[in-house]
């Protein structure tokens, strides 16, 4: 027979040792789910400098002129912006008939914001072709 004496269920021990373990293994998602927040809120930054760069530089040669040298300013929204235009290598050589040689420029764009304690940036780099 069974003595009925004796309870069965757990002791306060298993139950303080279980619950530990659920709470480091709660922690560890709350930090993992913390760590994928804020990387897909850089990728949402970066998507968005992309795209400011990728407009800054359509703009230059179309209705921004090709004049070699650097410029920069603010873009909104906690963006800024540099661009850098090189001068031009001449391809060939000058042609008769006194018309223009064509110039080819080197053209970069970088956006760059803060997040956090660190300054991030995109940049993009382009080929421009004009007459001389």
Known sequence: MRDRSTQEGFTLIEVVVALAIAAMGLSLLMAAASTGLGNAHLADQTIEATRRAQSRLAEIGASASLDPGLRSGDDGGGFSWRSR?????LQGSLPAGGSKAIGLYTVEVTISWRTGNSIKSVSLQSKRA???
Do not use: E, N, R
Request: glycine share 0%.
């Open 130 to 132: 004009a007459s001389q």
């Open 85 to 89: 235009i090189s001068s031009p290598v």
